[in-house]
């Protein structure tokens, strides 16, 4: 088990979200960076979708209260162990009562990172509520006890004390998979449903400037700032269905993008929608960070989908050769 020992670090208990409740109107909430989840559960020889703890605010610090292989995925955050430094992106192994520190995101500008993920041996054991061991805040439930972490808070490892091997680990999706376009970080868009109703300047200027991520972003829902885009028209539409990803533009002009706890209606025109295999990159964008967008097509988009699943695959094979065990990767989306 793990005794939180910080306070007001907006930690939550994630998984790879919670699908196939969207018709009763629950959200999918999961991890902001998914890929930087399976792959710390799949060097665990976790399942891919086993719950972890994702950390936003630093600095952040458990205890260990026994034994327990653990792995740091997503921002690199200078972490110790009872003031030993950690490599980023490694299996790790505690010793009872061992203090795990978590610092300030480290890196260049374009691999920063605004999250970490630590994922722990067997998974965090919290009830499963409608398929899910993510935390929901706005519904509170979910996680650990439907809300953000706190100090003194107690979880439990699944698989602590058992046999782990550790001192291994990845290069980092980051680095494995970049995508940038004039030096910035950027994501792939599919034009939305009503994105024809937009002025022509305006469509062009969303894909040929830079985009700021305010400070009124978080797992709801990321407000950027710009060159404001502009309707042909006044349009009213009615709420209808939206899921992470979808980029929605109220009146101000200034683009919102749904992210992993997003409320499942809304009735703001939709511009377009970042890709299914690049959320992840989005997700560790920090904030007052900028990012640009690439026009992409379906087909594209499951080709770089593909191809996230096949860096999946290939860090499953590389634990499998070091543990001398059969892991396998769960076609799971997230």
Not at 31 to 37: F, P, Y
Not at 53 to 60: A, G, Q
Not at 231 to 245: C, F
């Amino acid at each position: 088990m793990i005794e939180v020992l910080s306070s007001a670090a907006l930690a939550t208990v994630q998984d790879l979200g919670r699908t196939g409740s969207l018709r009763w109107g629950v959200g999918t909430s999961g991890a902001m960076d998914s890929l930087a989840l399976a792959a710390g559960n799949l060097l665990l020889g976790n399942a891919p979708g086993a719950a972890a703890i994702e950390v936003p605010v630093f600095p952040f610090k458990v205890r260990f209260g026994e034994d327990c292989a653990f792995a740091l995925t997503g921002a690199d955050c200078a972490a110790r162990l009872d003031g030993q430094p950690l490599l980023p992106w490694w299996v790790h192994q505690a010793r009872a009562g061992q203090v795990l520190t978590l610092g300030l995101p480290q890196g260049g500008a374009q691999q920063r990172g605004s999250r970490a993920v630590l994922c722990l041996a067997g998974g965090v054991d919290v009830p499963e509520v409608l398929g899910s061991r993510s935390t929901q805040l706005r519904g509170a439930f979910g996680g650990h006890e439907g809300r953000a972490l706190r100090r003194g808070d107690v979880l439990r490892a699944a698989g602590a004390g058992a046999a782990c091997k550790t001192g291994f680990g990845l290069v980092p999706p980051a680095l494995a998979l970049p995508l940038q376009q004039g030096g910035v970080a950027a994501v792939r868009v599919l034009p939305a449903a009503e994105y024809m109703a937009f002025e022509p300047a305006s469509r062009a200027a969303f894909w040929a400037g830079e985009w700021k991520i305010t400070s009124q972003s978080d797992r709801y829902g990321y407000r950027l700032e710009g060159e404001p885009l502009r309707p042909i028209a006044p349009m009213e539409l009615r709420s209808h269905g939206i899921v992470p990803g979808v980029i929605q533009v109220p009146h101000s002009g200034q683009p919102i993008i749904q992210m992993r706890d997003a409320q499942p209606s809304g009735g703001y025109p939709k511009f377009g929608t970042v890709i299914e295999a690049d959320m992840w990159r989005l997700g560790q964008a920090p904030i007052g960070s900028r990012v640009r967008f690439i026009e992409t097509t379906w087909d594209e988009a499951l080709a770089a989908l593909d191809e996230v699943r096949a860096w999946l695959d290939k860090v499953a094979r590389m634990v499998e050769l070091h543990r001398g065990a059969p892991v396998s990767v769960a076609r799971q989306r997230g």
